[in-house]
């Protein structure tokens, strides 16, 4: 916010007119001194106290702004809702308008530098880390849907053709979902290689079953996955727009 100047006859009334006209309180706002009161000789030809004054920026309003600008040179019209837990120290965001495909990009990599970008903003000179969240369109959970869908096809194709499947590189948040995934399967194993942002997840069957698994016996996942975020946003909107008309019908 730009600073804004109030002039008083002391410097707590210029203060006073400050919260007044900026509709906040004392505590919301940083100022500085430009000049003291003078009384004057016996009190008269004095001088009025002079200060500028502006809102400080809250955690919630540097996100905003920031995000506001970048989404504006963008080029996109949307709305921000943000959510700041100050308890657990983490700050939830979600953008809500048209072609959020364009925000999100290629299996997400727009918007995971985007919020790298507003980590690194709100983090600057905070005492304690705050964990960022941004999101649209609710992709995080179906990526990650897709994800726990791939992870589950490959462990099986590792199974029957007992040999290691490496994935494409992904970054850390989605390694963890596909090590997640197959935790408790007790006869794959995963393990990370390589560097960001080329690192990426191996399945290999694990050394114990390498001889007694049979995948004749063993149930098979559904194979209608993909991983082009593309043909899952256009499936995405093609079943929202279903169920629009089905309310409407």
Known sequence: MEWKEFTAKTVDEALTNAMLSLGTIA???????IEKETSGFLGMFG???????????????KAKKFLSDVISTMGIDAEIDILYDE???????DIKGNEMGVLIGKRGQTLDSIQYLISLVVNKNSDNYIKVKLDTENYRARRKQT?????????YKVKKTR??????????????IIHSALQNDKYVETYSEGVDPYRKVVINLKKTYAGKYNHKNHKSYNKNYSRDYRKDYREYKESKNKAVSTENA
């Open 27 to 33: 505590e919301n706002l940083e100022y500085e001194v």
């Open 163 to 176: 040999r290691a499947v490496s994935l494409e590189p992904m970054n850390p948040y989605e390694r963890r």
């Open 87 to 93: 308890v657990n120290s983490t700050l939830d965001i």
């Open 47 to 61: 001088k009025p106290a002079k200060i500028r004054v502006r809102e400080k920026l809250t955690l919630e309003k």
């Open 147 to 155: 994800l726990e869908n791939l992870a589950k096809n490959i462990a």
